[in-house]
């Protein structure tokens, strides 16, 4: 059964960083790109970043570039983001999924971005 | 970047009726593979989303075959035969042809 398990959310000020991770399971890790997509409260669904099969290629929503880094860690099947100069429109449950289908989904992880 | 227009955003039906929902890609999502990037997928109140439709029409495992999808190019459609208590929600149409990937606002499906 493919499981993805997301933690590493909390409460940080602006400025701040996190780290997420996400811990996959049930299947060939190292076989399948991996992305994190992210939801505002009471918003919709927003793609944040993905990453490749061998982690050689990254890509980034505009929103997120240039703070936000994806990576991966095939001896221990998970996946990373770490996240710098939090603002408050980071807040949000962040997911990870497997791309292209996006057929699994984590239960999530609440970031929150604030004073 | 491709937009995705999801019509409506709102939707209340009467259970046993049936509801369809339209989504509207800015470009085409027919990939050189042969392959259309395009799905629909669920969220339930308080849960994660769920793949209902890959590939325009294309069930994934376990979805009731009271869901169907279909279209091409730019224009897809999602319908429910028959509506159900379970099936409210925010059905949420997206592409992955290309980054960024991109969904639409998402359809609130609600029992009458």
């Known amino acids: 059964e493919v499981q993805l398990l997301e933690s590493g959310g909390g409460l940080v000020q602006p400025g701040g960083s996190l780290r997420l991770s996400c811990a996959a399971s049930g299947f060939t890790f190292s076989s399948y790109a991996m992305s994190w997509v992210r939801q505002a409260p009471g918003k919709g669904l927003e793609w944040v970043s993905a990453?490749?099969?061998?982690?050689?290629?990254?890509y980034y929503a505009d929103s997120v570039k240039g703070r936000f880094t994806i990576s991966r860690d095939h001896s221990k099947n998970t996946l990373f983001l770490q996240m710098n100069s939090l603002r408050a429109e980071d807040t949000a449950v962040y997911y990870c999924?497997?791309?292209?289908?996006?057929?699994?989904w984590g239960q999530g992880t609440l970031v929150s971005v604030s004073s | 970047d491709i937009v995705m227009t999801q019509t409506p955003l709102s939707l209340s039906v009467t259970p046993g009726q049936p509801a369809s929902i339209s989504c509207k890609s800015s470009?085409?999502?027919?990939?050189?593979?042969?392959?259309?990037?395009f799905y629909w997928y669920l969220q339930k109140p308080g849960q994660s989303p769920q793949l209902l439709i890959y590939?325009?029409?294309n069930r994934f495992s376990g979805v009731p075959d009271r869901f169907s999808g279909s279209g091409s190019g730019t224009d897809f459609t999602l319908k429910i035969s028959r509506v159900e208590a379970e099936d409210v929600g925010v059905y949420y149409c997206?592409?992955?042809?290309?980054?960024?990937?991109?969904f639409g606002q998402g359809t609130k499906v609600e029992i009458k």
């Open positions: 990453i490749t099969e061998s982690g050689d290629r990254t």
């Open positions: 999924a497997r791309p292209p289908d996006f057929d699994y």
């Open positions: 590939g325009i029409s």
């Open positions: 997206m592409q992955s042809i290309q980054p960024p990937w991109t």
């Open positions: 470009q085409s999502l027919l990939y050189s593979d042969g392959k259309t990037y």
